[in-house]
């Protein structure tokens, strides 16, 4: 089962940031919060992680709460590239863990 | 690098046939997935290898399938005989323990229709 909570679906419009909410109330201290995103009839494709400090990187910034209980996925400015549906996952290090991909949140970036 | 590569893109065959699903993982990484993905069920691990051995299975749905990973650079999935019920697509993902954490990189995926 899924050990996160995400919205069905989101609308933003393009140019305008998209912030993107997760649940993880169970969340234990060594599991790390992933964020992936799957375009239409793509793979899925890897966004950002964190523990819990917030985290940038060339795609999206990474809000994680101070009780780590809750995260925000940030699209600074969306794009209609940017429509997927965006996958939550909290996973323990070490390598090759199961990653439970829940429904996630359908995106439309609206013209 | 070429990124995780799957072949066919595309099967359709009708039910009772054995399919054979082809991943290569990028070079260098350790671990591979097997992942099947749906409508109704959404995408669910079947099986992952790390160092080219089965580490856990439990998502294989039933004896009909079967995954091996005879080398590094190769990995087959397997379904005899398939069902109707095995459409969906298919897709391979690797990772490497080398790196800070773990990022699994996917494939393109393979739709497979069964008749």
């Known amino acids: 089962d899924a050990k996160t909570t995400q919205p069905p679906s989101m609308d933003c419009a393009e140019g305008r940031a998209a912030n993107l909410p997760c649940n993880h109330s169970t969340i234990s201290g060594n599991e790390y919060v992933y964020w992936y995103r799957q375009i239409h009839s793509q793979g899925p494709q890897y966004i950002i992680h964190?523990?819990?400090n917030n985290e940038t990187n060339e795609m999206a910034s990474l809000i994680i709460t101070e009780d780590r209980k809750s995260s925000t996925l940030i699209l600074p400015h969306a794009t209609l590239r940017d429509t997927a549906v965006y996958y939550c996952?909290?996973?323990?290090?070490?390598?090759?863990?199961?990653?439970?991909f829940g429904p996630g949140t359908r995106l439309s970036v609206l013209p | 690098d070429a990124g995780v590569i799957q072949s066919p893109r595309h099967e359709v065959t009708e039910m009772g046939q054995e399919v054979t699903l082809r991943c290569k993982p990028i070079?260098?990484?350790?671990?591979l997935f097997w992942y099947r993905q749906t409508m109704m069920r959404g995408l669910e691990l079947l099986i992952y290898?790390?160092?080219?051995?089965?580490?856990?299975d439990s998502g294989m749905p039933e004896d009909r399938f079967s995954a091996k990973m005879p080398n590094a650079s190769f990995s087959t999935l397997k379904i005899q005989p398939s069902e109707p019920r095995d459409s969906a697509v298919y897709f391979c993902a690797s990772s490497s323990s080398a790196k800070e954490f773990d990022t699994q990189y996917f494939g393109p995926g393979t739709r497979l229709t069964v008749l």
């Open positions: 964190g523990l819990k």
């Open positions: 996952i909290v996973s323990q290090i070490p390598y090759g863990q199961n990653f439970v």
């Open positions: 290898f790390n160092n080219n051995v089965p580490i856990d």
């Open positions: 070079s260098g990484h350790d671990y």
